[in-house]
């Protein structure tokens, strides 16, 4: 039957995927958050590049590292200019007519096919099956952009990785960017094995139970694999044996933590019994006509003893974070906004005068619901806005980030 093919293609297609939204690997959380954080990080590196090309009228090349479906090109392309006006329908940071070669690499054949039904009718776009730590450089032209993003590196040894960041140095043309990230060491997702032994590169028992929220019994059944779990000290460490290692060819840029309190783990609190779901909360601020209820957003940080740094930080960021959530439910009932917990640093000036700026423009809206589809994402913006301003890069996010340039 020719239409039950059809629809058959289309499934396969991937195409027909649901969109993610609330659930899944591509939620709110993913598209909104944590590429555009990343996207964020890169942005000024990425806008002095582009520049360079443009002026030298050359293409960009990317080459992305456990590319999964595909995953780095979503996360390019929504990458927009600093100072694109309001008024302007593209401002995408690369435009989509310089992408000279985009090389994914993948070891996942069905990650591959699911990348190729989607991607794989362009030209300037490859997937090809290989082991990132046994790909041959030396055959490919040199790229500008490397990326491993999304915990890639986390299935090396720091041997491996240090191997693989050595090799791209050597490969890449000065000026080049590499963008990677391992998961966080001191992520409140797995408080429970948060330890002080820096002797042992610590791997944590991981599982994408996250598939499954809220079903024990499927979450029960899932394969369990092991990734490396990096502090700030570690991923400096690494940094200075790449350097070591190819004579200072590498620069780190930035190392900052993403998802401190959004993480995977936090809806399934499987490492840590104190997490609230606040990726499901902080997926539903950004969907579009879904009214979320604030109070359940708010946080009690559960502190881990011996660990005074990284308890800082997360009292720090809880209560700024529960101070924007309680000004913004105080300014929808049109009530005075809360005592501010402390001084208050410039990222939380920032935010809370933005959302007093969008409360008053939604109380004038008349069209629509403004406060789902306006308060809402724009408060899980500013919530991530000041996870970016207040971050320190020490391992207390689901990723730590580290942006390097090639220096030769
Ligand atoms: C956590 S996923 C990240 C996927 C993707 N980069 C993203 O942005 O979502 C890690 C990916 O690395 C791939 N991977 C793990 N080890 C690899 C290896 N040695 N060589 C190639 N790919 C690998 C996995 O198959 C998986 O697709």
């Known amino acids: 039957m020719s239409e039950k093919d059809a629809y058959n293609e289309a499934l396969r297609s991937g195409q027909y995927a649901k969109p993610g939204g609330l659930l899944g690997k591509y939620d709110n959380v993913r598209r909104f958050w944590e590429d555009e954080e990343l996207g964020l990080y890169l942005r000024p590196y990425l806008e002095e590049l582009i520049a360079r090309k443009k002026k030298n009228a050359e293409g ?129 997702e797995w408080q429970t094995l948060w330890t002080h032994d820096f002797e042992h590169n610590q791997w944590m028992n991981y599982t994408i139970s996250y598939i499954y929220a809220g079903d024990r019994q499927k979450q029960a059944a899932l394969t369990y694999f092991p990734l490396r779990l990096m502090a700030r000290a570690e991923a400096l460490d690494i940094y200075q044996r790449v350097k070591a290692e190819t004579g200072d060819a590498i620069t780190l840029r930035q190392l900052a933590d993403r998802s401190s309190f959004v ?68 300014g929808l009932a049109g009530k005075t906004p809360p005592e501010a917990p402390g001084e208050i640093p410039d990222t939380a000036v920032e935010v809370l005068s933005n959302m007093k700026g969008v409360l008053k423009l939604a109380a004038m809206l008349k069209i629509g619901n403004p406060r789902a589809s306006l308060v809402e994402p724009q408060l899980g913006y500013c919530l991530r806005e000041l996870e970016m301003g207040l971050q320190q890069g020490l391992g207390c996010g689901h990723g730590l980030v580290a942006l390097f340039e090639i220096v030769k």
């Open 60 to 188: 960009l090349r990317v080459l992305d590292l456990g590319c999964g479906s595909g995953d780095g090109l979503e996360l390019l392309s929504g990458i927009t200019r600093r100072d694109a006006p309001v008024s302007e329908h593209d401002s995408a940071v690369i435009p989509a007519a310089m992408l000279e070669r985009y090389q994914g690499i993948d070891i996942n054949q069905g990650l591959l096919e699911q990348a190729r039904s989607i991607y794989g009718d362009r030209e300037n776009i490859a997937f090809t099956d290989a082991d990132i730590n046994n790909y041959d450089l030396s055959g490919d032209v040199p790229y500008d952009l490397y990326l491993a993003n999304y915990g890639t590196l986390s299935h090396n040894s720091d041997e491996q990785t240090v191997a693989i960041l050595s090799r791209i140095a050597g490969h890449a043309k000065d000026g080049a960017l590499v963008l990677v990230d391992w998961l966080g060491r001191f992520s409140y």
């Open 263 to 330: 993480g995977r783990h936090m809806d399934t609190a499987q490492y840590n019994p104190h997490c609230p779901p606040l990726r499901r909360l902080v997926n539903s601020l950004f969907e579009p006509n879904a009214a979320t209820d604030l109070d359940e957003l708010l946080i009690r940080y559960v502190p881990m003893e011996g660990f005074p740094e990284i308890n800082a930080y997360y009292e720090k960021f809880t209560d700024w974070w529960n101070h924007l959530v309680m000004a913004t439910t105080a």
